[in-house]
């Protein structure tokens, strides 16, 4: 039983694999969802119990905070996900209060984009709901994951307007059940992945489908992140890498995710260092 699941494995995984060494863990929260990291040196969390938004260097330390519970500008209602990626913003979904927020890299407001707004004016087949996941893809394009009647995806330009949905949730190739991550590719686009299989599907930057990248294993996907043309799928032991460039699995790093939390997500700050993301604190992990 054993060495046939070595030799599935290997059919997928033609790579040296390794354990991840732990260094530490950091930061203390009520029920965090998401990580994302910023210049390599700058960690920024969201709580959805607390409501609020938390950037924090590389040592641990609180550098600032956003939020609370709430409706207006200054106040968040289920902060779900975030993306500081470009080094100078960080988008955050605030889910129940179904609009984006885009903060500077000190989480000072200078924008955001109603969906609420927006749905007053477009068509029904068109309205948009509790966006639960963004990607920054360049200066003109923001992409999301959320409820749109047929869609389960947005573009939005400039945050001011959105210009395409995308994503059938019926049928397709291009069908999404259960989205939850989006992230950036190499080649100005976007992976997104389906909770309900643990497919990660490729569309363009038009929102045209591109391919699927089936699950390898029957372990459940938990999240993915984007560094160096490389794909960072994480489950509850492991994480692989894909490399976009070279359209394979490249690498394997176990972990031991006993006594960390529940796990959520995780960041790469470059080819050595990784962030797991649990709901109480953030685990710091060497690639060896």
Known sequence: MVLGFLYLLSTFFTFQTDSLVYKESIGDFKNAAAISSSREDLIFITDIQLNKIYKYSLTGKLLGTF???GFNLNSLDQPVAIDASNGLDVFVCDYQ???????????NLVGTFSLNSYNLTAEN??????PNGIAFLNT??????AD?????????KALEE??????????GLERLGSPSKIVRGSNLDVWILDKDNSDIINFDNYGTYVRRLKNPDKDTVISI??????????????????DLKLNKYTAYHKYDGNNLGVIKDLAVLNKNNVLILSNIKIHKYIIQ
């Open 148 to 156: 749109a009647a047929n869609y389960k995806a947005a573009k939005l």
């Open 125 to 130: 087949s068109g309205k948009i709901y509790y």
């Open 140 to 145: 003109s394009e923001v992409f999301i994951i």
């Open 67 to 69: 939020g609370g519970t």
């Open 225 to 242: 992140t984007y560094n160096s043309d490389n794909l960072y799928i994480l489950k509850s032991s492991s994480i692989a890498v894909y």
């Open 97 to 107: 209060n179904n609009r984006i927020q885009r903060y500077d890299i000190n989480l």
């Open 162 to 171: 959105v210009s395409n949905l995308f994503a059938n949730s019926n049928i």
